[in-house]
């Protein structure tokens, strides 16, 4: 108990003080969370993003792999062709 009215103006003071710690620690998890969700939208938008990159790369390899069968160098790229391994059967 305060003994004095300026004591019991500082235990006010600090109590408003305290409070106000209170409600910026509330704000700034908010803002925390705030930011985390923003973080998530931008790191969707930038998956799609290489995701479309990498669709794009894709097509233009499957286009490459194509011009090299239609050019008839196929063959020549995979090298000469391994003769069939016959099975046998052991009995």
């Given at each position: 108990m305060p003994e004095t009215l300026?004591?019991?103006?500082?235990?006010?003071?600090v109590a408003h003080a305290q409070r106000?710690?209170?409600?910026?620690?509330?704000?700034?998890a908010d803002l925390?969370?705030?930011?985390?969700?923003?973080?998530?939208?931008?790191?969707?938008?930038?998956?799609?993003?290489?995701?479309?990159?990498l669709d794009q790369a894709d097509v233009q390899v499957g286009s490459a792999r194509n011009t090299v069968r239609e050019s008839g160098h196929w063959q020549a790229l995979k090298g000469p062709r391994r003769p069939k391994?016959?099975?046998?059967?052991h009995g």
């Open positions: 300026e004591e019991a103006e500082i235990i006010l003071g106000k710690i209170c409600r910026t620690k509330i704000r700034l925390h969370g705030e930011e985390s969700h923003l973080r998530s939208r931008l790191y969707v938008i930038r998956a799609g993003r290489l995701k479309r990159k391994r016959i099975k046998r059967i």
